[in-house]
């Protein structure tokens, strides 16, 4: 296995259990990828903890949701494959792994959409590494979310995290969403015997004298390069996010990565070498970013995803003409796909970068990219006017007085006139409970006003790798390569594109992950070529 986030150690999980001999290979210093640093969610629809919660699901409506969502673009064949598959990895990392989930009672993004539901999304309970001895150290720090878990935080509806509880949380090392979820998982590697190595970035791929693969592995711990030889490799490294190169190439629009920043696409160009064939490969799991210069990880720029800020009341989001382009409280994903939107005009992008302005009510109550409540950050830009305000971001004056006196209008009456945002249910989900009749307006009117740029960001690449419905990669000829897989972000997208609800990035590598590790478990010599009819596409 090439990578240690969901996707790797999930697939090594599901393999070792079929009696494989397995190794792990992580380039970074620590384990987890970009799944320790996430929120952690998988989307999962007709999950059995669901039905015990009390949600109700059918195959029947999360083929009609993901019709609405992906199609035709995703397949039939290839949403029934997920609706199946899903439950199953759902079922088997519950059951045979250290993994726990709770449904959270969220909605799907779009509930007008036939099939959709609430409680597809599952959160990751808590989790404590001191039950493993080590296992604290071996994985990635989280970036900026609070120790809690998502279902904690939706339960707390606008309101403070008990400081002590974090302050306890923290001092005891518990890890919470994303990085509950790897901790989980590398306890039951470890559980099985699993090996796993860090300081080790494979720098090629090659078919060894015996049909099967011959890995070079950089071993920065020793300062020495080993070779590794393998019947079967899964590539899991996540995506290309953090490569400036293949951004350019192949993006669509600038974007500012928040994942592990050992995402450079090592794993795309090891199949690529291979003879693999690429697919979707300008698709992102997009996300608005805050990239305040005090943000950081690995010593890298980030930034905060910037969604909570926008859908909250008191903030608008606008472009350089100072105008609104989109429902703020729109999901995260499909609000980045407007950024990207060309001004016929001048044939360049008209909404990225962007800014979120607000007025000092707004700073009182609710922070902005991790700051303190009612302090004003110094990356904050800050003017007496909205007037002066617009001059110090560069944006047209007129045009966002105009916006700002046409949405504190809207605020009064508590409806969007634009863009209705905070009509829907899964608008009001990341609003203020307190702020009626609408959590998610508020009009802007309290001097000093503030402004802050808003970003095009991803949480990862979602194009990459071609494969079948077992993650085998596919040649550029259309056949199965043997002894090659791949899951996460350095394979295509599951769901093409698409963003069908909260949790689909590990949705879509979870899910092909076990698959892989299934396929590897069950697979046998004389299976080696399964009939192309296995394809979803």
């Not at 699993?194 to 090629?204: G, Y």
């Not at 990225?352 to 303190?372: I, K």
């Not at 046998?524 to 009819?533: F, G, I, N, V």
Request: a negative charge; proline letters at 6%.
């Amino acid at each position: 296995m090439i990578g240690s986030g969901a996707a790797g150690l999930v697939a090594a999980i599901r393999a070792a259990d079929g009696g494989r001999r397995v190794l792990v290979l992580e380039k970074a210093a620590k384990f987890g990828g970009t799944t320790a640093l996430s929120g952690g969610v998988m989307w999962a629809p007709c999950n059995h903890l669901m039905n015990e919660a009390g949600f109700a699901d059918s195959d029947d409506a999360a083929l009609a949701y993901l019709n609405a969502a992906a199609g035709p673009r995703m397949s039939e064949a290839e949403m029934r494959w997920y609706i199946g598959t899903a439950p199953r990895a759902v079922r088997y990392l519950v059951d045979k792994t250290r993994v726990s989930f709770t449904p959270l009672a969220r909605p799907d993004y779009h509930l007008d959409w036939p099939g959709a539901a609430v409680g597809r999304g599952l959160d990751n309970d808590p989790f404590d590494p001191a039950a493993v001895p080590g296992l604290a150290e071996a994985i990635r720090p989280p970036s900026y979310f609070p120790p809690i878990s998502m279902n904690e935080r939706d339960a707390l509806r606008g309101a403070p995290v008990d400081e002590r509880m974090l302050r306890e949380r923290r001092e005891a090392g518990i890890r919470t969403m994303g990085g509950a979820l790897v901790a989980a998982l590398l306890a039951s590697a470890i559980d099985r015997g699993i090996d796993l190595a860090r300081d080790a970035r494979v720098t090629a791929l090659e078919r060894d004298e015996s049909g099967g693969w011959r890995l070079t592995v950089n071993d920065a711990g020793n300062d020495r390069e080993a070779s590794v030889a393998a019947t079967n490799v899964v590539v899991a490294s996540g995506g290309f996010e953090w490569s400036r190169h293949l951004r350019e190439a192949l993006l669509p629009m600038p974007i500012t990565p928040i994942s592990a920043p050992s995402n450079e696409g090592d794993g795309l160009m090891l199949a690529l070498g291979a003879g693999a064939a690429m697919d979707e490969m300008t698709a992102i799991w997009g996300v608005p970013v805050i990239a305040a210069p005090t943000q950081r990880y690995d010593d890298q720029p980030s930034g905060r995803m910037a969604n909570v800020e926008m859908t909250l009341p008191g903030s608008i989001t606008v472009n350089a003409r100072g105008r609104r382009f989109v429902n703020e409280a729109l999901n995260y994903h499909d609000l980045t796909r407007v950024f990207a939107n060309v001004d016929p005009g001048t044939s360049r992008q008209q909404n990225n970068p962007a800014w979120l302005v607000f007025d000092s009510g707004y700073l009182q109550c609710y922070s902005v990219a991790g700051s303190t409540p009612g302090i004003a950050e110094e990356w904050m830009l800050r003017a007496d006017s909205l007037g002066a305000l617009a001059e110090l971001c560069g944006i047209d004056r007129a045009g966002l007085e105009a916006t700002v006196a046409t949405f504190n209008a809207d605020a009064a009456t508590g409806h969007d006139s634009a863009f209705g945002r905070g009509d829907a249910p899964e608008d009001r989900h990341l609003g203020d409970p307190n702020n009626l009749p609408n959590p998610c307006l508020a009009p802007l009117s309290t001097a000093p006003f503030y402004a802050v740029e808003i970003h095009a960001g991803v949480l990862g690449t979602a194009g990459g790798i071609q494969v079948d419905a077992h993650g085998r990669m596919l040649g550029r000829d259309g056949h199965a390569i043997e002894g090659l897989f791949a899951a996460g972000n350095c394979s295509a997208t599951v769901f093409r594109g698409a963003y069908p609800g909260g949790g689909a990035t590990l949705g879509s590598a979870i899910t092909r992950a076990f698959s892989v590790g299934e396929y590897l478990s069950e697979y046998r010599a004389d299976e080696a070529e399964t009939p192309q009819k296995e394809r979803m596409r």
